[in-house]
């Protein structure tokens, strides 16, 4: 059974900081990873989607990798602005389960930016 | 324009209460979803059809039956209704096996 976990659960930086979150994930057979931010009381916000056979996706600010065989992807945020602050999930859809598309979930990084 | 809609926002019920949640994509989609985020922000499948076609159902109580009158919408109906049921239920669709999902901005249950 697939399982994800990000590290750290929460992080608080200084505006400007580069910052990198990590996420594992123990089944490698997945078909992508997407990641997701979370504000309170929001929905999520689709942020960057990998699909296995890439290794990295960049949105702007955003760089997500991946790297299948050991499990595991990270979210570089670069000069952070006090408006990143939110939760960062990671997100896996496995390959082998036919027909399933549903996700598995991290339980998220609770990121604050300071000014 | 909105892509995923749910609605309420919000619903403070009773416990024993049956209720029901909706959901609306505008976006063409083949796939819909239901996830529960618990109180420690844990996300999980409950719920997933495809073209109107259930095709998972993650050991949920059978007292949460969703129905799909059509490919874009997927309402969940929630019997008897338990203090355990309190969280935030989202909907979230998608096309094809490779393509990012989209969620909606979630209902927030309370059972009081």
């Known amino acids: 059974k697939q399982e994800v976990t990000q590290i750290p659960a929460a992080l608080s930086v200084p505006e400007g900081e580069n910052l990198v979150l990590n996420c594992s994930f123990t089944?490698?057979?997945?078909?992508?990873l997407q990641w997701f931010r979370q504000d309170p009381g929001k929905g999520l916000t689709s942020l960057l989607l990998?699909?296995?056979?890439?290794r990295e996706q960049t949105s702007g600010r955003l760089n997500a990798s991946l790297d299948k065989s050991s499990g595991r992807s990270t979210l570089y945020i670069a000069a952070s602005q006090p408006g990143d602050s939110a939760t960062y999930l990671c997100?896996?859809?496995?390959?082998?389960?036919?027909?399933?598309?549903?996700?598995?979930f991290g339980s998220g990084t609770r990121l604050q930016v300071q000014p | 324009d909105t892509a995923v809609s749910q609605t309420p926002k919000y619903l403070v019920t009773q416990m024993g209460n049956d209720k029901s949640i909706k959901c609306e994509q505008n976006l063409g989609h083949d796939t819909m979803y239901w996830y529960k985020q618990d109180s420690k922000k844990f996300l999980k499948i409950m719920f997933s059809y495809n073209n109107k076609e259930l095709i998972i159902n993650e050991t949920v109580p059978n007292r949460f039956s969703p129905k799909s009158p059509d490919k874009a919408h997927l309402n969940l109906h929630i019997n008897s209704l338990e203090l355990g049921d309190s969280a935030v239920y989202f909907c979230a669709s998608s096309q094809g096996r490779g393509a990012p999902q989209h969620f909606g901005d979630g209902t927030r249950l309370s059972i009081l």
């Open positions: 990998i699909q296995s056979s890439q």
């Open positions: 089944d490698s057979a997945i078909y992508n």
């Open positions: 997100a896996v859809r496995g390959y082998m389960d036919t027909g399933r598309r549903a996700l598995t």
